[in-house]
């Protein structure tokens, strides 16, 4: 099940970007300028996302974010860091 | 199935909100100023998710947003119109 996983991964061109909330990426897959960009943005969705939520709960928090596109998904995990990972939504034919 | 189906989605307190894009509420679930509360700033935030997916390729567009917190889990499907559901992540035990 292993292998099947891990290519079904590399299939779905996966891309991934950690950061620590609030500043520059520690780690990324993409090149430079599209991690800074990406980072940046993706952290204001997140404090747009939870505004949101704290609204209406000012206990809550955001656990993640996904925005699926026509040609990519992008799943937002956030903590202590911001993992994000970009891949398409669906698997190549 | 159905049933269950149906039951699940009662048991996990589904709320929804039916919106033009860029427009007050049309059909909802919930009170009036909550619904109107809640159109506003998903709005704002599927405008934010697109113009950080247009950046990259602005052919591209959003199809769907879900933010998941600790007690809640929005998802926004966008298009000519803007659905969006809002229920408990979890089944309640």
């Not at 943005?41 to 209406?56: C, E, F, G, W, Y």
Request: glycine share 4%.
């Amino acid at each position: 099940m292993a292998k099947a996983k891990k290519v079904s991964l590399l299939e779905r061109g996966q891309r991934t970007i950690t950061a620590e909330v609030g500043r520059i990426p520690i780690r990324s897959t993409l090149d430079q300028s599209m991690t800074v960009q990406y980072a940046e943005q993706l952290q204001n969705l997140v404090a747009l996302a939870r505004s949101v939520i704290r609204d209406t709960d000012p206990q809550n928090d955001v656990i993640t974010l996904g925005v699926c596109s026509k040609s990519d998904e992008i799943i937002v995990a956030t903590g202590e860091w911001v993992l994000a990972v970009l891949q398409h939504p669906f698997l190549s034919a």
